[in-house]
Each structure stands twice: as structure tokens, then as C-alpha cells.
T-cell receptor, first 114, second 113 residues
């Protein structure tokens, strides 16, 4: 089955630690996205990538970093500089970066930092 | 700048009743329009999409939406809701050349038995 996998489902970290969230897709999609979701705030775009070794900041990139070394993988690192990292993180992919294409979403990772 | 407005933060309907969730967008170009559904703790699932052609589109789970260019709207409808429809619903808009989709804030749907 084609789709997007995110692991782990739940992640717990101590304040001051960096943590990396995994996102893998086997849809052969060019574009990948990371969103953050907080209660009552909808989806906020963190980073996106249209091609390997290229990515752009979204609306709330501060305190986050990404890499795109392979087409199918787009890991997100939440650094200790992110002031409020506890949130639900969603990865998405899209066949092409622009045009009449929908985004497909992974199941999400809930990160709790204490 | 493009934007999407879902005027209703929370809607409660009785099981078996009809449903309409509102979505208004502001976009300069011809929009690509989407409705997604999210169950608690899950990712978003595409319900339906509009790119061009017939302005009434059918989706999964018995949902439909109608694109009205004159009203800049893309409202989601279902004739008879089921308890399993309780979820959060997101409207999103894109356009030719746009690298990102713009999402509304979401509407939370509660179903009364």
C-alpha cells in the first residue's frame, strides 16, 4: 500500500534536547511538507521541499530544521531553540510542488516535551 | 494574500440531520479547492476536491461540495449525518503555480444521538 508513515506515534523528550521526527513516503511524490497543529489553531506550515536537497521555510520555521537527502524521506528536527515544542506534527506529500494535486497526510506524531 | 475562512468553529447536529459546513476563500487565481476530515489524534484524509468542470463534486463518505465562484465559497454538505462523522473538517485552497495549500482554521463537528 502506498502512503506516508510517521514514527513514532508518541514521543516524549526532556526540555533542552533535540528530537527528530521521521516521515517517509512511497508515493513517489516530489513535494513534502511539515505542519504543526495546536488545539484551536489549525495547521501551521513549518517547512516544505519540492526536490531533493532543497527546502523552504514555512510560516513558523524558527526552532526547527529539516533535510531532504532522499526523495522519500523528509525528517524534521525540533531543536532546543523551539520555545513551545509540545504539539501534534503532521507530514504531508504532494505529487508535484504546484498544480492540481492534493496533499496526502501521514498519521502524525504527538511530541511532548517536559 | 490568499486566505480561507471557515466561519463556524464548532457545529452540533443531530444524527440523521443534514449538514452544511461553510468555506469562503480569497484567491486571485482560479482556485483548487479541497475538503479534509481529521479524527482525533489522526492525520487528515481527503474528502473531495475541485479543480475544474462541474461545480458540484462528490466525495467519499457521502459528502458533496459546491463551488460558487460568485460567492467565493466551497461549502461541504451531507444529507444525513452519522455518529461516525464527528470529527474536525478543514477546507483548503491552492492554485496553479502556488507551492502551498492554505488551510482554514477548521470546523469541529459534534453529533448528538
Amino acid at each position: 500500500d502506498g502512503g506516508i508513515t510517521q514514527s513514532p506515534k508518541y514521543l516524549f523528550r526532556k526540555e533542552g534536547q533535540n528530537v527528530t521526527l521521521s516521515c517517509e513516503q512511497n508515493l513517489n511524490h516530489d513535494a513534502m511538507y511539515w505542519y504543526r497543529q495546536d488545539p484551536g489553531q489549525g495547521l501551521r506550515l513549518i517547512y516544505y521541499s519540492q526536490i531533493v536537497n532543497d527546502f523552504q521555510k514555512g510560516d513558523i520555521a524558527e526552532g526547527y530544521s529539516v533535510s531532504r537527502e532522499k526523495k522519500e524521506s523528509f525528517p524534521l528536527t525540533v531543536t532546543s531553540a523551539q520555545k513551545n515544542p509540545t504539539a501534534f506534527y503532521l507530514c504531508a506529500s504532494r505529487k508535484k510542488i504546484a498544480g492540481p494535486y492534493e496533499q496526502y497526510f501521514g498519521p502524525g506524531t504527538r511530541l511532548t516535551v517536559t | 494574500a490568499q486566505s480561507v475562512t471557515q466561519p463556524d468553529i464548532h457545529i452540533t447536529v443531530s444524527e440523521g440531520a443534514s449538514l452544511e459546513l461553510r468555506c469562503n476563500y480569497s484567491y486571485g487565481a482560479t482556485p483548487y479547492l479541497f475538503w479534509y476530515v481529521q479524527s482525533p489524534g489522526q492525520g487528515l484524509q481527503l474528502l473531495l476536491k475541485y479543480f475544474s468542470g462541474d461545480t458540484l463534486v462528490q466525495g467519499i463518505k457521502g459528502f458533496e461540495a459546491e463551488f460558487k465562484r460568485s460567492q467565493s465559497s466551497f461549502n461541504l454538505r451531507k444529507p444525513s449525518v452519522h455518529w461516525s462523522d464527528a470529527a474536525e473538517y478543514f477546507c483548503a485552497v491552492g492554485a496553479e503555480g502556488a507551492q502551498k495549500l492554505v488551510f482554514g482554521q477548521g470546523t469541529r463537528l459534534t453529533i448528538n444521538p
